[in-house]
């Protein structure tokens, strides 16, 4: 309760410094085809990535006791958690050179909507292979994310 109380009385000053900046281009890089981050606006980005961590905060701490709850799935609960950290190892090299290719913010709305689907695979179906396919699609987005957010 008092850190919280601490970060609600530095909050005003945070956000009066906080602030949208422009680039500078680069004109050393030769012309390739690839696309490079621009800034987008502070405040929608911020409710965007606000959701993303209240989001993500609930599946990672409850995804293991969600799928050990399904009747016939509890064998392969812990195994879950296992799969979502192989398929983020990758994640971010992966999330970034698609970004290069087809925009930063179209990259963060796919991974957005990957996760989405990940997180909805179990919801629609008991099954184990949707349980796994979840943990691969929630581990191959969420440090991503961060990653496309602060570029």
Same mark, same amino acid.
């Given at each position: 309760?008092?850190? /919280?109380?601490?970060?609600?009385? #530095? %909050?005003? =000053? *945070?956000? +009066?410094? @906080? !602030? ?32 993303? /961590?209240?989001?993500?905060?609930? #599946? %990672?701490? =409850? *995804?293991? +006791?969600? @799928? !050990? ?38 990259? #963060? %709305? ?42």
């Amino acid at each position: 309760m008092a850190a /919280g109380l601490f970060c609600a009385l #530095l %909050a005003p =000053f *945070i956000f +009066a410094t @906080v !602030k949208d900046t422009a680039l500078r281009p680069n004109h050393l890089r030769r012309a390739i085809a690839r696309r490079v981050p621009r800034p987008l606006p502070l405040l929608p980005l911020l409710v965007n990535y606000t959701c993303e /961590g209240f989001g993500y905060s609930i #599946l %990672a701490t =409850f *995804i293991v +006791a969600l @799928v !050990k709850a399904r009747p016939g799935m509890e064998a392969i609960g812990d195994w879950v958690w296992v799969v979502v950290g192989i398929a983020g190892l990758p994640s971010t090299i992966f999330w970034s050179w698609v970004a290069e290719r087809i925009g930063f913010s179209v990259a #963060l %709305a796919l991974a957005y909507v990957t996760q989405l689907a990940g997180i909805l695979l179990p919801v629609v179906t008991g099954s184990a292979s949707a349980a796994l396919l979840s943990a691969i699609f929630f581990g191959a987005t969420f440090m991503a994310i961060t990653a496309l957010v602060l570029a």
